[in-house]
């Protein structure tokens, strides 16, 4: 069975850091571009980042950039999201997506999983 399983999400203060994992099972994680997505309550899927099969590709969104890092692990079949100087406006279900190409599109991806929560509080 095809499966993304994320985790490492979890309450944080403004400012701190939290790195997500996004564990691939029943399919070679290699085979893909890995996306992250999040969604907060009342508002659309929103990219955060991507990365190319191989890793020598990555894009971000401009509300993450300096503060997001995107890799993966090949032989580990995971993928990787590091956010640091998390702020409240990051507070979201976060999810990792599978898709042919790395894109910040969200249309171009399937494989999606079911989300870990991050919430950004004092």
């Known amino acids: 069975q095809l499966q993304f399983v994320e985790s490492g999400g979890g309450l944080v203060q403004p400012g701190g850091s939290l790195r997500l994992s996004c564990a691939a099972s029943?399919?070679?994680?290699?085979?893909?571009?890995i996306g992250w997505f999040r969604q907060a309550p009342g508002k659309e899927r929103e990219g955060v980042s991507c990365?190319?099969?191989?890793?020598?590709?990555?894009n971000y969104a401009d509300s993450v950039k300096g503060r997001f890092s995107i890799s993966r692990d090949n032989a580990k079949n995971t993928v990787y999201l590091q956010m640091n100087s998390l702020k409240p406006e990051d507070t979201a279900v976060y999810y990792c997506?599978?898709?042919?190409?790395?894109?910040?599109?969200?249309?171009?991806?399937?494989?999606w999983g079911q989300g870990t929560q991050v919430t950004v509080s004092s």
């Open positions: 997506a599978a898709a042919n190409f790395g894109t910040l599109v969200s249309t171009k991806y399937f494989y």
């Open positions: 029943g399919f070679t994680l290699d085979l893909y571009a």
């Open positions: 990365i190319s099969r191989l890793g020598g590709t990555t």
